[in-house]
């Protein structure tokens, strides 16, 4: 059952406002944003960028199905608003396989795919579609990768920022795509892998 909080979260002016104290532009104001899986990880992060930055933001649990399904009914409602944005979340492993996560990957890059196959008819309504392939970033979920000394050393081999990625650099990205400031962007996937080397 699709797991939803009733509540929309920074949604007081007052709130807003104090939330938006670290010089951080408040250009989603007015906006409404439904970020699925989003009660930890990447998607709390990405919750709490666009909500820093004026938008009316609806959290949702994981539930693949029911994520699915919703996503699939917004469309129809940001058409009859005039258009909006969609971030898909996929992996820096859509492009780079990881060793043991053969199916994981593979899904991964298949929201590539998605990515631009949507983005010609969605932009007929004035819908932008992209994506977010994050690295290594310390949440929950890739815990088994991040606690391994041995796995972590390697990864970092990798990267030319020499830091795990967090969460928060990932909202951050999602909040930009999102806005107006990247109304001339569909389409595209944007890698935020801290500089390793997984694309041409």
């Excluded at 409404?32 to 949702?60: F, K, M, P, Y």
């Excluded at 579609?129 to 990798?158: D, H, M, Y």
């Excluded at 935020?192 to 041409?200: F, I, P």
């Amino acid at each position: 059952m699709l797991k939803a909080v009733t509540r929309c979260l920074w949604s007081n002016p007052v709130a807003g406002r104090r939330m938006l104290s670290h010089h951080i532009s408040p250009n989603l104001a007015g906006k409404v944003a439904i970020v699925t899986a989003s009660t930890d990880g990447i998607g709390l992060a990405a919750a709490e960028a666009l909500g820093q930055r004026g938008a009316h933001v609806v959290i949702l649990g994981v539930n693949v199905k029911a994520s699915f399904l919703l996503t699939k009914l917004v469309v129809p409602h940001m058409e009859k608003r005039g258009g909006g944005s969609v971030v898909i979340v996929s992996s820096v492993a859509g492009y780079q396989p990881m060793p043991g996560l053969g199916p994981y990957s593979v899904s991964k890059t298949a929201l590539l795919g998605l990515t631009r196959a949507l983005a010609p008819d969605l932009a007929q309504s004035n819908i932008r579609i992209n994506c977010v392939a994050p690295g290594i970033i310390k949440t929950r979920f890739s815990s088994a990768l991040w606690e391994n000394e041995g796995v972590l050393e390697e990864f970092l081999k990798q990267t030319s920022i020499k830091r795990l990625g967090q969460p928060e650099d990932i909202g951050g990205v999602i909040a930009f795509l999102c806005s107006d400031e990247a109304s001339y962007i569909t389409g595209e996937t944007i890698t935020v892998t801290g500089g390793m080397n997984c694309r041409l």
